[in-house]
Structure formats: structure tokens, C-alpha cells
Antibody
Framework: EVQLVESGGGLVQPGGSLRLSCAASGFSFSSYWMHWVRQVPGKGLVWVSHIKSDGSDTTYADSVKGRFTISRDNAKNTLYLQMNTLRAEDTAVYYC?????????WGQGTLVTVSS | DIQMTQSPSAMSASVGDRVTITCRASQDIRNSLAWFQQKPGKVPKRLIYAASSLQSGVPSRFSGSGSGTEFTLTISSLQPEDYATYYCLQHNSDPLTFGGGTKVEIK
């Protein structure tokens, strides 16, 4: 069974940093591209970033480019999102998702709140 | 960036109704389109991929069609468990972009 479990969310002050993790199991993690998608509670879905299966290629939404870094450790079956210089508008639930013809399986999400 | 215009943004329908939701892409995305269902407080669930392929385990009352710039999600006979918000997503080119969502409510 495919499982994706995010962790690392929480309350952080504006300008602060946070690293999210997504632990994968039930599939060959190193064979799949992976995504981060976020959602402000009560609002729509917004794609954040994705990373190639071997980590050699990454892409970001303009809103996070230069502040967020996606990475992965295929030996640990874990996806990461390093978030720096956080802003109030980054407050959202962050989901990791596996890619197979687009995002298919999603984790349960982790809430990031940026507030003083 | 490719814009995904989804309509309607909200609708009311009765159990048994045929429901159609549309997504229009601002440029050709071939068939690189997926549809998701999200219920309040829950994780998005993929219903359709590659514009018209039914995700495993999804009831056959859901169907998708279209190619290029015009896409449709159809629920042939709305069931009580189908009341939710539906999103389209294009993954033909970066950045991936979602439609604004369609909230299907009880009439």
C-alpha cells in the first residue's frame, strides 16, 4: 500500500525557516518524481515544486523560487522541502504527492503557520 | 504559465442528477489533465488521469473527456457521497496549475 507521511509543520515567525519531510513507503520511491502542493485552509490547491526521481531536476512555483528547496534522499525514502524566509502568505497545509501521470497518491498534509 | 479556467465555481444538484464540470486551458495541454475530488478536511483524491482514464477504485459514474484545451468531468448520477469540491490539474508543462475548483452542493 502506498503511504506518504508528512511531518515538520508548525508555527514559525515571519522570516523564519522550516523543513518539511515526507516519508514514503509501499512503492519504489527512487523510481518516481515527487511533488509538493499546498492549500490555504478553505482555499484552492496550489502546486509548489517537483523533483525528478534521481534528484537531478527540480522546478518551483514563482511564489517560492529562491526561498524553498526541494530535495530527496532515496536511501531513506524521504522527500524534503526546506522553506526559508517564510512569509504570512506561506501559511497553508503542505502535501507531498507521488507522480504517475501527474500527482496520484497524496499524504495527509502538514500545517505550516507563519505568524508573529 | 498555463491558466486553467474551471466552471462553474459552485453548483447545486440533486441526488441522481447528471453533473458536468468544465476546465479550459489557456493553451494546448494535449491530454495531460487530471481531476481530483476533495471533501472537507480530507486529502485530494484523484478520479481521472490522462483526461479520460478512470483511477483504479473510482466508481464508473465518473468520467472525463477532452483534449487540447477543453476538458469535462461528468458524474452520470450524483450520489450523496459525491458532494465535494472538484479540481482539475494540468501537468503538461511547468508550473503545474490547478483550476479554481467547483463546489458541488446539495440542492
Amino acid at each position: 500500500e502506498v503511504q506518504l507521511v508528512e511531518s515538520g509543520g508548525g508555527l514559525v515567525q515571519p522570516g523564519g525557516s522550516l523543513r518539511l519531510s515526507c516519508a514514503a513507503s509501499g512503492f519504489s520511491f527512487s523510481s518516481y518524481w515527487m511533488h509538493w502542493v499546498r492549500q490555504v485552509p478553505g482555499k484552492g490547491l496550489v502546486w509548489v515544486s517537483h523533483i525528478k526521481s534521481d534528484g537531478s531536476d527540480t522546478t518551483y512555483a514563482d511564489s517560492v523560487k529562491g526561498r524553498f528547496t526541494i530535495s530527496r534522499d532515496n536511501a531513506k525514502n524521504t522527500l524534503y522541502l526546506q522553506m526559508n524566509t517564510l512569509r504570512a502568505e506561506d501559511t497553508a497545509v503542505y502535501y507531498c504527492a507521488r507522480d504517475w501521470s501527474g500527482p496520484d497518491y497524496w499524504g495527509q498534509g502538514t500545517l505550516v503557520t507563519v505568524s508573529s | 504559465d498555463i491558466q486553467m479556467t474551471q466552471s462553474p465555481s459552485a453548483m447545486s444538484a440533486s441526488v441522481g442528477d447528471r453533473v458536468t464540470i468544465t476546465c479550459r486551458a489557456s493553451q494546448d495541454i494535449r491530454n495531460s489533465l487530471a481531476w481530483f475530488q476533495q471533501k472537507p478536511g480530507k486529502v485530494p483524491k484523484r478520479l481521472i488521469y490522462a483526461a479520460s482514464s478512470l483511477q483504479s477504485g473510482v466508481p464508473s459514474r465518473f468520467s472525463g473527456s477532452g483534449s487540447g484545451t477543453e476538458f469535462t468531468l461528468t458524474i452520470s448520477s450524483l450520489q450523496p457521497e459525491d458532494y465535494a469540491t472538484y479540481y482539475c490539474l494540468q501537468h503538461n508543462s511547468d508550473p503545474l496549475t490547478f483550476g479554481g475548483g467547483t463546489k458541488v452542493e446539495i440542492k
